[in-house]
Structure formats: structure tokens, C-alpha cells
């Protein structure tokens, strides 16, 4: 198979202090990502989410059973958030807080844009899988994508804080590389 579709996503993640660059390649077969020297690819056929072992050309599955269970857990403990929506110069911005949980108290803004040709790719498709391991969840529409967010969480006095900025998003015109992958056998 060979992507017909392909965007690469660069952006900068901020983590407990520590940054670092996060590339997205977004096709129409997979979503392919590269963080901290990990390649993981997610395939929407089986809605899941591998780590890419180069060297035995081998697909290793992401346990995200864990993950799931301790945001579940986070959700449970935040109780309900109150959602504030406005338009801004290149989409639209949410605000994202919940009030009633003396345990945990939690802040999050994102800005959302329209991207074209984002929806002919499995994007969204990615966006929903990842949904199941974050605390809270964006709604976005199949052509948009989050160019920012930073969000702010507070736990018994400590405040722990993360954001994302997309630095640049492009069409690959003769990139399918990635598309190596799909041949990979799967453990």
C-alpha cells in the first residue's frame, strides 16, 4: 500500500520543564510519530497504536491499559469541567476548568484551526484514539487540528504544567517513507 496523502506536523511539547520536538506525519494509511528517539505508528484498521522496532522490521503494541485506567480515575476525581468557546483570527479558542473538585483543579486553553485536506487523512480518526488516555477532550471537527495548548493542573498545592505549539505544518509532496511500516510485521 502507499499513502496517497502526507503531512508532516512539527511542534514543540513542554513537559515538567523539560521541551522537546515531536514530529507528526499524518497520511491517509497511518499516523506516524517521533518523540524523545521513539517512533510509534497508529494504524485505524486495527485502533491501535505500535512501537516501530527498526532493526527486526516489527511492530510492537502500545499497552495503554494503565494510562487508561489512571485517567479514568482523573476524570472521575475532576468532576465536571465548564467549556468556554470564542471565535479568534484563525478559528476558535476553548477554555477548559473544573470548579467542584477540591482534590485536583485543572486549566486548559487551546487554539483550534481549520486545516485543508487534514480530514482526507486518519487524523481525526488518531484524535479520538488518543482521547481515551487524556484527561479531557477537545471536540474537533475532522479539518481541524490544535495549534496550541497549555494546560495547568493542581494537585494538593502543586501545580504541574504542560503545552504544545505547532511550529510548522506541510504537505509532503514525495515523502512516503513512512510507508515502509506498513509491511512491518505485528507482535
Known sequence: MQSQLCFEISS???????????????????????????????????????FINNERNQ??????????????????????????????????????SNSNSSIIHMETEANITKFPDLEKTVYHAFEIFNSK??????????????TS???????????QESSMEILDIKLLEDSFEYD????FSIS
Open 133 to 146: 488516555t487524556q484527561p479531557v477532550v477537545i471536540q474537533l471537527q475532522p479539518d481541524e487540528i490544535i
Open 59 to 96: 511492530l510492537i503494541q502500545v499497552d495503554l491499559s494503565a494510562q487508561i485506567a489512571q485517567f479514568m480515575q482523573m476524570k472521575q476525581i475532576m468532576g465536571e469541567l465548564s467549556v468556554r468557546e470564542k471565535s479568534i483570527k484563525k478559528g476558535r479558542q476553548i477554555h477548559l
Open 12 to 50: 514543540v511539547v513542554r513537559v515538567a520543564g523539560n521541551e522537546f520536538q515531536q514530529k507528526i506525519i499524518a497520511s491517509d494509511l497511518y499516523i506516524y510519530t517521533e518523540v524523545v528517539n521513539k517512533q510509534l505508528i497508529y494504524l485505524p484498521e486495527t485502533q491501535s497504536q505500535y
Open 180 to 183: 515502509k511500516y506498513l509491511s
Open 149 to 159: 495548548l497549555h494546560t495547568t493542573i493542581t494537585v494538593a498545592g502543586k501545580i
